[in-house]
């Protein structure tokens, strides 16, 4: 096997604290996980805010270690990213994720998306275009079944070659969504110029848009921006029936959350979506 992201997390001081040496053996239990097939993907279904029909899901990825058990994204992507490790990891997270869509278009002509989301280092290495073009074909799956979730930080790194990596995917038939909105500093020329074409408004301002009257006012003026621009408006992080109301009535036009779907293995996925039998 070809060694994984080099020797770069060598400049740790000699007399290293706990935290450190709890961070290199993450990274050497990092490395060892793809080939060891500890990674999994859930799927957390998007519905249609209007008919509750399943437009999507988004693939999360989950690390299942031997002794730590099941670990989140967020206590292993960022290591990963520094370590260079999350370009490999990634392209297994697109692959998998493509292989199962493939297998639902085949079993259910599954109608959905599939979400993948992209980290700010995959997005900056060259050769994400025919990676992308790559797995697709392999899987001979048709690219407008793909999403792929770029955080607005990611897309406004380098707004330039952003707009080229966009396009290149989007003339390619992939849809792009665009992660965490309203938590960077986007201008809104950038945005429209953006080829995108779904929005995700931050769970952050759904959570107490009940109480908060800002939350909603911004809200509605990305939804009334994402309107303009003929974009897909997603929610995320919908946990009562009180947001999903609000949100409804807001615009959105699509919701995410604990409310409607967690994060669940592909067999739970299924369309129709079932109904409590009455
Ligand atoms: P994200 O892309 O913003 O994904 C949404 C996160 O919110 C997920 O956490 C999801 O499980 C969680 N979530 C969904 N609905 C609710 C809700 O109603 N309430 C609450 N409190 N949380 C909700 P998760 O799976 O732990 O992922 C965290 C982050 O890790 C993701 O944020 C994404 O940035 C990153 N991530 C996950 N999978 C991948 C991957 O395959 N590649 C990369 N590069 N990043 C990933
Ligand atoms: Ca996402
Ligand atoms: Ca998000
Ligand atoms: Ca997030």
Redesign the pocket.
Request: cysteine-free; aromatic content about 0%; charged content about 65%.
């Given at each position: 096997a070809k060694s994984l992201g080099g020797d770069r997390y060598c400049f740790f001081e000699p007399s290293m604290n706990a935290n450190a040496q709890q961070q290199m053996q993450l990274l050497r239990d990092l490395r060892l996980a793809l080939e060891r097939r500890e990674f999994l993907l859930l799927y957390q279904p998007k519905f249609d805010a209007l008919t509750m029909a399943l437009t999507g899901v988004?693939a999360l990825l989950r690390w299942q270690h031997p002794e730590r058990g099941m670990v989140p994204p967020d206590q292993f992507i960022p290591a990963a990213e520094k370590a260079g490790l999350i370009v490999p990891i990634g392209e297994w997270v697109l692959d998998e994720a493509c292989r199962q869509m493939a297998l639902w278009r085949n079993a259910v002509e599954a109608d959905w998306t599939v979400?993948v989301?992209l980290s700010a280092v995959q997005f900056a290495h060259s050769g994400l275009t025919q990676l992308v073009a790559a797995t697709l074909a392999r899987h001979a799956l048709e690219p407008r079944y793909l999403v792929l979730?770029v955080t607005e930080s990611t897309a406004m790194r380098d707004v330039d070659s952003s707009m080229t990596i966009l396009r290149q995917l989007t003339e390619m038939g992939v849809h792009i969504?665009i992660?965490?909105f309203g938590t960077g500093y986007s201008s809104l020329l950038y945005l429209k110029r953006f080829p995108a074409s779904e929005l995700?408004i931050d769970r952050g301002f759904v959570r107490d848009l009940a109480r908060d009257t800002e939350d909603a006012a911004i809200i509605s003026a990305i939804v009334a921006l994402g309107r303009t621009l003929n974009l897909n408006i997603v929610a995320?992080g919908v946990e009562t029936s009180v947001q999903q109301e609000f949100l409804t009535r807001l615009g959105c036009t699509s919701l995410q959350g604990y409310l409607l779907g967690r994060p669940v293995g592909p067999d739970l996925i299924t369309e129709p979506v079932p109904q409590l039998t009455s």
């Open positions: 988004e979400a989301n979730e969504s992660d965490d995700k995320e």
